[in-house]
């Protein structure tokens, strides 16, 4: 593109509870009305070169070499109608250099303000993203989607606005405190909605376009609902996870190092080399769920799963062992 959408302007920050700054930067490319300068005068230069070349000695030329090999007497006769048949060729053949030149320079035209318009729609998503107001922050992220799917080169920066704001806002308070009403029960904590949005759209982006892996540390993503989510390789490490609703999400060789999968739904979870070394599975249904090569702690191992001597990484029990249960 001829924009880059990098990470460097402050996105606002909203109001109420102490945010995370997230900052982007677009660079648009000064050359860009160079450019469509250098094409109006290329085209207007070729036009002039071809009006000349029409009129002047080149069809004089061709002329003469066609009408060459006849004889003197009847050589003056034809070359005014060698020079008119040169000079027609010539014109298609400029017409359609022409036509050609006019057709690259509207592509380029046309590359050039769609990219403007990707540029102006990731601005107004970042300004959303920023709002103290959750639906436009919503909207934000939604619109970021459309940007990611839409420039498959902009995709990783939308990617990583996305697991930044994830990993920012994540662990601030939801749903928000009703009061200092004496006895009241405080709220169970849940994935705050916009974090929700946010990694559902993470889990469904088109990861042909990624250029590293997604990197959600740290989250509070408890109660999350994240059904066959791609997660592949992604960085979970100290992430709550708590009955998130993981059911045949994609987590192979994710790193869930300490992190907390307690009541998690992980039924037909793909979770091949995986590594769950210091992570509380608690009440986690792994029913159906692939753990080949997975790593956990070995006095915690899921029922038909067994330690291989080795490696420490899961593999199928023998049948005759049936595998020790998953307990708390």
Known sequence: ???????????????????????????????????????????????????????????????RHDVGALPALQRAAHVQAARETARTQLLTLGAGLFAAGALVYTARNFTLSREGQVTDRYTKAIEQLGSDKLDVRIGGIYALERVARDSARDHPTVMEVLTAFVRGHSREPWPPAAGDEPGAAAPERLARPDVQA?????????????RQPVNLAGAFLSGAFLPRANLDGAVLVGADLARANLYSAHLAFAFLDGADLRGANLGYAHLDGADFTGANLGGADLTGADLRGARMETDWVPKGWQPDARSGRLKRADTSSGGTAATN
């Open 198 to 210: 946010a990694v559902a759209v993470i889990g469904r982006r088109n990861v042909r376009h990624d």
């Open 1 to 63: 593109m001829g924009t880059h959408l990098g990470t460097s302007a402050k996105l606002p920050r909203s109001t109420g509870h102490s945010r995370t700054v997230l900052r982007v930067r677009l660079e648009s490319w000064p050359w860009r009305t160079v450019i469509r300068s250098i094409g109006v005068v290329a085209i207007a230069v070729a036009a002039l070169v071809l009006v000349i070349a029409l009129l002047g000695p080149i069809t004089d030329l061709i002329a």
